[in-house]
């Protein structure tokens, strides 16, 4: 009797930045970001709560999208259609984040995104999965295990 072979697939946690490129046409990355994700496979592409919640808050932030941002209803369509792609899901928080996360923090100095990069970059870490971003900082954190989406 044949056996069915399972490939583990690579699931990425797409960093806020990365969810804003896929949900809106004008932001600058968008076709670099619609080419990553065409051909990920069904489940690959996650959110956490932290994205979800980033992409929520900037998504109906008029200093980001202006005249494009959307009303808070408006986001949560935007967001609920992205989850509707076979391709996006949504990862709970695993066990074992924050000792990474504290680990990850112990030697750096303050910026606006340490807290929101060291924690994704610990989820990922805690969770066996991989970052996808256009930020090269994340190239920097223990492993380096992001894909870096750039020029």
Not at 27 to 37: K, L, S, V
Not at 40 to 61: D, E, K, W, Y
Not at 75 to 92: H, K, P, Q, S
Request: net charge neutral; with cysteine.
């Amino acid at each position: 009797m044949p056996t069915l072979s399972r490939r583990r697939i690579q699931v990425h946690l797409p960093d806020v930045n990365l969810w804003l490129a896929l949900g809106f046409e004008a932001h600058a990355h968008h076709r670099r970001a619609a080419d990553w994700f065409g051909d990920h496979p069904p489940g690959s592409c996650c959110f956490c709560r932290l994205t979800q919640q980033g992409f929520l808050r900037l998504a109906t932030n008029p200093s980001v999208f202006g005249e494009e941002s959307l009303s808070l209803p408006q986001a949560w369509e935007c967001y609920d259609l992205l989850r509707t792609d076979e391709r996006v899901g949504f990862l709970a928080e695993p066990p074992g984040v924050e000792p990474p996360w504290r680990q990850l923090t112990r030697s750096r100095g303050y910026s606006h995104k340490v807290w929101t990069d060291t924690y994704l970059a610990a989820f990922a870490e805690a969770a066996g999965q991989r970052v996808a971003t256009f930020d090269r900082g994340f190239s920097n954190y223990r492993g380096g295990d992001a894909t870096i989406l750039g020029p």
